[in-house]
């Protein structure tokens, strides 16, 4: 089986920074891509960015572009969102999710992390 945990997630004032930690465990080779989601009180889950496992290819929402950066560890089975600036619209539940060779989509999930920014 697949886990996947995230770690990081606190409290911030808006123009801090924040990175967050995605641990998995499993068959890990056969991820073909990862992401980060989040999902803010009232509204529906987005992406937020995401990056093909070899590390090929990577994009971003436009409203984090060149504040968040999206990385992996390849000695540590480890997936990192870097969140820098953050703004109150950045507050929201933010989850790590991978797509598995073979099937459809996004079909592993971490249980989520919570963000909130203050201002």
């Known amino acids: 089986q697949v886990q996947l945990v995230e770690s990081g997630g606190g409290l911030v004032q808006a123009g801090g920074s924040l990175r967050l930690s995605c641990a998995a465990s499993g068959r890990t080779d056969t991820f073909y891509v990862v992401g980060w989601f989040r999902q803010a009180p009232g509204k529906e889950r987005d992406s937020v960015a995401a990056?093909?496992?070899?590390?090929?290819?990577?994009s971003y929402a436009d409203s984090v572009k060149g504040r968040f950066t999206i990385s992996r560890d390849n000695a540590k089975v480890t997936i990192y969102l870097q969140m820098n600036s953050l703004e109150p619209d950045d507050t929201a539940v933010y989850y790590c999710?991978?797509?598995?060779?073979?099937?459809?989509?996004?079909?592993?999930w971490g249980p989520g992390t919570q963000v909130t920014v203050s201002s």
């Open positions: 990056m093909t496992w070899s590390g090929g290819s990577i």
């Open positions: 999710a991978a797509g598995v060779i073979g099937r459809h989509g996004y079909s592993v």
